[in-house]
């Protein structure tokens, strides 16, 4: 599946698991064909991989959606909240003036301040991101990663993103554009967003993602023949295929890419290989490939560019709102203000948390055009459904969640669609012209 190219660096993912070959039963021992005429056998039974998938989601499986749907509503909110909070407790206002006093310049001050921030959030938001992120994978069976392992992870995220402000300065010139341009400063940082999540895009696969696992050439000469096969048909240019050590951490399956031109990955995660057949494989490379083929990449920077307009506006308009009613009583007057720096994070992520619902259906939608590739050029109609039964069975999923669960949480199509989907869609059999794949 195409990986996330916003800039907080995470990767979305495409997971299958656990194979089920159909069974056919054998003739009973020692019976005998009728008298003039060949032995019969009787056809195998189609199997209704929706109904598998139903019966999968246990209720153990309900139990372990339930927390991920509540995380995913609470866990911004707690967020912003926080960001509130600092403001009116006075804690922003005492870590600027401890920027202000022990650096001199826009940028040291800037990079003394976030620093400090950061710190503070991390350590007050570490126990829901400790159970999120670790112990609710081990509750339901999930995870493999050690306690060390985790906190190993967050301290190389915490100072990845503190060297990455120090070394670059871009935080500090966008607090000078909020400073020198108090009712325009949405507008610039606007312009200024496709740059920005270009460049995080192309240099995630080579700089953030082996911060934390080990990415290999696929050991499997054969498989990477073949895959490379399906590329060619594809017409992509022929590039290594990686397999990356993620089993250290979970039991999931998963398969991504991420990056463009020369920093460009389809990455398997060895898992994946562990549990998934040949075919399956196939087909998700089919998925990921339409990705790259239809655009998709560039395709989602261009919604970001435009949609910055709108969710920055909106940051503006919720902070200049919130600093007129509260800002005397605050003692921060400003958005350029350091103090006022929680304030602009807090409304952000409430801006993207209420258009969540519009980014999802554009990821949705995207998902569904590489799901139509994968299934026009391998022609393979039950791996892509057994692909989605063990996407389903493999990470305790809900196949027919909420409509509301659906519209504001899934980035992806709901997995009872997608099975329907990969069942019924046969337009080769029809002499109908393909949507996405245009090969032979």
Request: aromatic letters at 12%; zero cysteines.
């Amino acid at each position: 599946m195409l990986g996330r190219w916003v800039a907080t660096w995470r990767e979305v993912a495409f997971v299958l698991t656990l194979a089920v070959l159909p069974f056919t039963a054998p003739p009973a021992l020692g019976a005998e064909p009728p008298p003039d005429s060949t032995l019969a056998t009787a056809p195998p039974v189609a199997r209704d991989y929706l109904a598998e998938a139903r019966a999968a989601f246990t209720p153990e499986n309900r139990a372990y959606q339930r927390q991920r749907v509540t995380l995913a509503i609470v866990s911004p909110l707690v967020g912003i909240a926080l960001g509130l909070l600092l403001l009116v407790t006075g804690v922003a206002q005492r870590l600027r003036d401890l920027a202000n006093a022990r650096a001199t310049g826009r940028w040291p001050r800037v990079l003394v301040f976030f620093t400090l921030y950061s710190l503070v959030t991390t350590l007050l938001l570490l126990p829901l991101d400790w159970y999120a992120g670790f112990a609710l994978g081990h509750r339901f069976a999930l995870s493999t990663q050690t306690l060390g392992g985790w906190a190993l992870d967050q301290a190389k995220a915490f100072a990845f993103q503190i060297v990455a402000i120090g070394v670059v300065p871009l935080l500090a010139l966008a607090w000078w554009v909020v400073e020198s341009h108090p009712k325009r400063w949405w507008l610039w940082l606007s312009i200024g967003t496709l740059p920005v999540a270009t460049a995080a895009v192309l240099l995630q696969p080579l700089v953030f993602d082996p911060l934390f696992n080990k990415f290999t050439t696929l050991h499997d000469a054969a498989l990477r023949t073949e895959i490379l096969a399906l590329g060619a048909r594809a017409l992509i240019p022929a590039r290594d295929v990686y397999e990356v050590d993620m089993s250290t951490k979970t039991k999931k399956v998963n398969a991504y890419v991420s990056g463009f031109g020369a920093s460009q990955r389809i990455v398997l995660w060895d898992t994946t290989l562990q549990k998934m057949q040949r075919d399956e494989i196939l087909f998700v490379m089919g998925h990921e490939m339409g990705h790259y083929v239809l655009h998709h990449i560039w395709k989602g920077l261009a919604w970001i560019a435009l949609g910055s307009f709108a969710v920055l506006w909106l940051t503006a308009w919720f902070t200049r709102a919130l600093l007129g009613r509260f800002g005397d009583r605050w003692g921060v007057h400003s958005a350029g203000d350091l103090a006022a720096m929680p304030l602009v994070f807090a409304m952000l992520a409430w801006v993207n948390f209420l258009g969540a619902p519009i980014g999802n259906l554009i990821s949705r939608d995207i998902e569904h055009e590489a799901d139509v590739f994968a299934l026009e050029i391998t022609h393979d109609n039950d791996a892509g459904a057994r692909s989605f039964l063990k996407l389903a069975e493999g990470n305790r999923s809900n196949p027919e969640p909420a409509t509301w669960v659906k519209w504001v949480l899934l980035d992806h199509p709901p997995l009872g669609e997608r099975i329907r989907f990969a069942l019924e869609y046969r337009p080769w059999e029809r002499g109908e012209k393909n949507r996405a794949y245009k090969g032979k």
